[in-house]
């Protein structure tokens, strides 16, 4: 394991003090070769579930609607993620796989080339001259799966100091997979649906289940994982509960961010999201962690 996040159980659930510890070096010549199997990858497609096979290399888009430039709408310094990893030095790419109904940033995603071009010699300097040093370099989105090709050359070039966080809709494929072994400390994974009806209707996700249950169990042995758990209104039983105890029984000793404060994003296609979550419903999903026995981080 690369980076290890230092954290010590509680009993019941209840939250966990966790520090992020020094990364192992990258080697060179693998990253070298990492940069170039994705890059081929490029000329067919398969970072994401998706499994498109569009030639992005010659101005073909998939699913994500990128070609083989990478656009950004935000970098910077980052105050807001895990308090383990922060300041984190974030990028966040446009474009996406997932169509979810409660996105926030869905208009950089439907139009990911509007966004500035990644000038990856021009990111690392800003990262070595931060007048604060960051604790760690994030990948966010959008989902950063789709720029493997973008981010891989960015890790090789990153500090080899620095813990390289992957916040991620973990719908990614096999082969995204492969690159990221080895490049990537620690894993912010979004599991928001708990039901593949609702991943198709909310997020227009096939298979999601299936992938993300595939995809968590690998980022556990591949790095440090965090799950992520976007509480939404009405979907206590149907996602928050099932996707709960699914964690409390496969990963019991992953760490659990429950983000209760879900703001309905404009538009909203779906009625039922429209409005906030309850305090009923975060009671309920607190209460829940608790009696499962899950390791509670902010």
């Given at each position: 394991m690369?980076g290890?996040?230092?954290?010590?159980p509680v009993p019941n659930g209840?939250?966990?003090?966790?520090a992020l510890?020094e990364?192992?070096?990258?080697d060179?010549?693998m990253?070298e070769q990492?940069i170039?199997?994705?890059?081929?990858l490029?000329?067919?497609?398969?970072?994401?579930?998706?499994?498109?096979?569009?030639d992005?290399?010659?101005?073909e888009v998939?699913?994500?609607?990128?070609?083989?430039?990478?656009?950004?709408f935000?970098?910077g310094?980052?105050?807001?993620?895990?308090?383990?990893?922060v300041?984190?030095?974030?990028?966040?790419?446009?474009?996406?796989?997932?169509?979810?109904a409660f996105c926030?940033?869905?208009?950089?995603?439907?139009?990911?080339?509007?966004?500035?071009?990644v000038?990856?010699?021009?990111?690392?300097?800003?990262?070595?001259?931060c007048?604060?040093?960051p604790?760690?370099?994030?990948f966010i989105?959008?989902?950063?799966?789709?720029?493997l090709?973008?981010a891989?050359r960015l890790?090789?070039a990153?500090?080899?100091d620095?813990?390289?966080?992957?916040?991620s809709n973990l719908y990614?494929?096999?082969?995204?997979?492969?690159?990221l072994e080895?490049a990537?400390?620690?894993?912010?994974?979004?599991?928001h649906?708990?039901n593949?009806d609702?991943?198709l209707?909310?997020?227009?996700?096939?298979r999601?289940?299936?992938v993300?249950?595939?995809?968590l169990?690998?980022a556990?042995?591949?790095?440090?994982?965090?799950v992520?758990?976007l509480?939404?209104?009405?979907?206590?039983r149907?996602?928050t509960e099932?996707a709960?105890t699914?964690?409390?029984?496969?990963?019991?000793q992953a760490?659990?961010h429950?983000l209760?404060s879900?703001?309905?994003?404009?538009?909203?296609?779906?009625?039922?999201?429209?409005?906030?979550?309850s305090?009923?419903?975060v009671?309920?999903?607190?209460?829940?962690?608790?009696s499962?026995g899950?390791?509670?981080?902010?």
């Amino acid at each position: 394991m690369r980076g290890q996040l230092l954290a010590q159980p509680v009993p019941n659930g209840g939250q966990v003090s966790a520090a992020l510890a020094e990364p192992k070096p990258r080697d060179p010549k693998m990253m070298e070769q990492k940069i170039a199997r994705a890059q081929r990858l490029l000329r067919s497609c398969r970072f994401c579930e998706r499994d498109c096979r569009v030639d992005r290399l010659a101005g073909e888009v998939g699913a994500c609607g990128c070609d083989a430039d990478s656009h950004l709408f935000f970098e910077g310094l980052l105050y807001s993620e895990e308090s383990f990893i922060v300041p984190t030095y974030a990028l966040f790419f446009a474009g996406c796989g997932l169509r979810c109904a409660f996105c926030s940033v869905g208009e950089s995603n439907r139009r990911p080339a509007a966004g500035e071009a990644v000038a990856m010699g021009e990111v690392a300097q800003r990262v070595a001259s931060c007048d604060t040093r960051p604790a760690s370099f994030s990948f966010i989105g959008g989902e950063p799966s789709v720029h493997l090709h973008t981010a891989l050359r960015l890790i090789a070039a990153l500090p080899a100091d620095l813990p390289v966080v992957w916040s991620s809709n973990l719908y990614f494929s096999k082969a995204a997979a492969c690159l990221l072994e080895s490049a990537v400390d620690v894993f912010i994974a979004g599991l928001h649906f708990g039901n593949d009806d609702c991943a198709l209707r909310v997020g227009e996700a096939p298979r999601y289940l299936e992938v993300l249950k595939r995809n968590l169990l690998w980022a556990a042995g591949a790095g440090e994982l965090v799950v992520r758990h976007l509480l939404l209104p009405g979907h206590y039983r149907c996602c928050t509960e099932p996707a709960l105890t699914w964690l409390a029984g496969a990963l019991p000793q992953a760490p659990v961010h429950l983000l209760t404060s879900y703001v309905p994003p404009e538009p909203v296609r779906l009625p039922g999201l429209r409005r906030e979550v309850s305090e009923t419903e975060v009671a309920r999903a607190l209460e829940l962690a608790q009696s499962l026995g899950l390791r509670l981080v902010e």
